[in-house]
């Protein structure tokens, strides 16, 4: 084994050992038990989870919405705050409200935020990206956009 080569043992969920993953520092190759390839995956193995940059999200609650806040509650900042930030229920609902109030008018009820927090919470649910939003929800995307640029 050189230098670069890192051997990761792998197991099945009984704790049975099922063979072994090589990362040679450009690929990686997974054998079973007997020393038979089974498969080779670019890069190591398995894949290390991309670091997300969420700042645009904080700089959307920072402004605020003039349209799209319902939406944008519940596709990113619900999301956003019980999952990736950690916050409580009663703290992201609070964050929430605020960030409902800071721009435009509506009224969006608490009884409503407690249930979005709830559900994203249960679900564990990821916030949508710029990317998703500008696919799925061009008006909101475009709102969004206008918030963070905006000084």
Known sequence: MSDRERVTR????????AGKAVFDGYSTLVYDNEGRLLFVAEGPFPP???KVNYDWIERVLEKGLEDGRKRFILYVASRYLVNVKG??????VEALKEFAQRKGSGRVYETWLRSVVRGVKAKKLLPWSLKRLQERDKELYEQVMKAIESN
Do not use: F, H, I, V
């Open 48 to 50: 290390r989870p991309k």
């Open 10 to 17: 792998l197991y099945y969920p009984d704790g049975t050992p």
């Open 87 to 92: 916050l409580s229920e009663e703290q992201a």
